[in-house]
């Protein structure tokens, strides 16, 4: 039960944070282009442990003394997540190709600055980690930190693979196709996940 409450959690985190995205862009660009993309990783996993802890741990308090504070998390968390599920099947309509080599090589400070930046000053950020992986959470009583672990792994594991493993990809994410089915794919997800949040006890 453990594991499947783990399990849950890695693939509800790999489907909020796996989008093209300012942050995602960004550690993509840097990888292809081997500047700095090392503290461009770190950062972005730091932060999303940080903000996933500090969800999980803050609601179980809140839900605690306020019981009814879960079902309104329950319910705004199943309208953000079938928003974000209807933004990926809109994307997965467009015909855009990402180019990551557009950008031009910056400072190691310049990059810690940027992705700092693109992590802490996007809203939905705090909205992905702090509130819906937090409610998300402690949906699972008695085994919250086992859900959070596993959505802190798949942002372990994401950064590490876009970033350290854009070179192998480079000839994929030029294409327009190639996004197409995974914002397809992620969409599927999210209104699975959408579903599921909508209909659990509370």
């Known amino acids: 039960m453990l594991v499947t409450t783990a399990l849950s959690g890695l693939l509800t985190g790999l489907s909020l944070i796996v989008a093209i995205g300012a942050q995602n862009t960004f550690?993509?660009?840097?990888?292809?282009?081997?500047?700095?993309?090392?503290?461009?990783?770190?950062?972005?996993?730091?932060?999303?442990?940080?903000?996933?802890?500090?969800?999980?741990?803050?609601?179980?308090?809140?839900?605690?003394?306020?019981?009814?504070?879960?079902?309104?998390?329950?319910?705004?968390?199943?309208?953000?997540?079938?928003?974000?599920?209807?933004?990926?099947?809109?994307?997965?309509?467009?015909?855009?190709?990402?180019?990551p080599t557009a950008a031009t090589r910056m400072s190691l400070k310049a990059v810690a600055g940027t992705t700092l930046a693109m992590t802490f000053l996007n809203p939905h950020v705090y909205l992905d980690t702090v509130v819906l992986l937090g409610a998300l959470a402690n949906q699972h009583p008695g085994e919250q930190w086992f859900f959070a672990a596993g959505a802190m792994l798949g942002s372990v594991i994401w950064f590490i693979a876009l970033g350290f493993g854009a070179q192998a990809l480079a000839p994929l994410v030029k294409s327009p196709r190639t996004w197409r089915i995974i914002d397809l794919v992620i969409g599927v997800i999210l209104t699975v996940l959408t579903i599921r949040l909508a209909t659990l006890p509370v």
């Open 27 to 99: 550690v993509l660009r840097q990888g292809l282009m081997r500047n700095h993309v090392g503290i461009a990783v770190l950062i972005c996993i730091c932060a999303d442990v940080l903000l996933i802890a500090a969800g999980t741990a803050g609601l179980g308090i809140v839900v605690q003394e306020f019981p009814s504070v879960l079902v309104v998390l329950k319910w705004a968390g199943a309208a953000y997540l079938a928003f974000l599920a209807y933004q990926s099947f809109r994307r997965a309509t467009h015909k855009e190709a990402l180019d």
